[in-house]
T-cell receptor, first 110, second 118 residues
Framework: KQEVTQIPAALSVPEGENLVLNCSFT??????LQWFRQDPGKGLTSLLLIQSSQREQTSGRLNASLDKSSGRSTLYIAASQPGDSATYLC?????????FGTGTRLTVIP | DAGVTQSPTHLIKTRGQHVTLRCSPI?????VSWYQQVLGQGPQFIFQYYEKEERGRGNFPDRFSARQFPNYSSELNVNALLLGDSALYLC?????????????????FGEGSRLTVL
């Protein structure tokens, strides 16, 4: 069974810092990996989708990388802002299921 | 364009009751999936439907069932509610891609239905 782990569970940084969130998965047979953000009590907002054949995707201040062979993905956030404060989740899709990590709660301090 | 809409947004039930949650996907999307998210955890996959057929089922008891209608909207039903069913229930839609139901491309989530079982 696929297991998805996100470290750290929580992270606090001062505004303006660059930061990296980590996601690891145990089964490399995936179709794609997606990063989401979730505000408290809300649904998930898609940030970036990386297909299994891709190495990275970029959107604005966000950059996500994928290394299938090592079972790792990173989400890089440049020049963090207080509005980036949220829980960030990664999800990997496999043959017949979709597995989420437990998320990293990010707090950006003004 | 409207995003994924879910109803009701909040509801309170008592143990043993039944609940029906509804989801309308983004126009043109043919795949709908359901997830249960308990506080402090990541979402857990319950069901996926594509073109009105069940294409995936997570590790949930038979008390959980779902269906997808000809207009691609979907219902999640839970019978004989337990306290442990209290959670945020999320619906996601996607356009779907060739190569298998799980290579669905980008997922778009609704705001969820918060179920409290007393």
């Amino acid at each position: 069974k696929q297991e998805v782990t996100q470290i750290p569970a929580a992270l606090s940084v001062p505004e303006g810092e660059n930061l990296v969130l980590n996601c690891s998965f145990t089964d490399s047979a995936i179709y794609n990996l997606q990063w989401f953000r979730q505000d408290p009590g809300k649904g998930l907002t898609s940030l970036l989708l990386i297909q299994s054949s891709q190495r990275e995707q970029t959107s604005g201040r966000l950059n996500a990388s994928l290394d299938k062979s090592s079972g790792r993905s990173t989400l890089y956030i440049a020049a963090s802002q207080p509005g980036d404060s949220a829980t960030y989740l990664c999800a990997v899709s496999g043959a017949n299921n979709l597995f989420f990590g437990t998320g990293t709660r990010l707090t950006v301090i003004p | 364009d409207a995003g994924v809409t879910q109803s009701p947004t909040h509801l309170i039930k008592t143990r043993g009751q039944h609940v029906t949650l509804r989801c309308s996907p983004i126009s043109g999307h043919k795949s709908v999936s359901w997830y249960q998210q308990v506080l402090g955890q990541g979402p857990q996959f319950i069901f996926q439907y594509y073109e009105k057929e069940e294409r995936g089922r997570g590790n949930f008891p038979d008390r959980f069932s779902a269906r997808q209608f000809p207009n691609y909207s979907s219902e999640l039903n839970v019978n004989a509610l337990l306290l442990g069913d209290s959670a945020l229930y999320l619906c996601a839609s996607s356009a779907g891609l060739a190569g298998g139901p799980w290579n669905t491309g980008e997922l778009f989530f609704g705001e969820g239905s918060r179920l409290t079982v007393l």
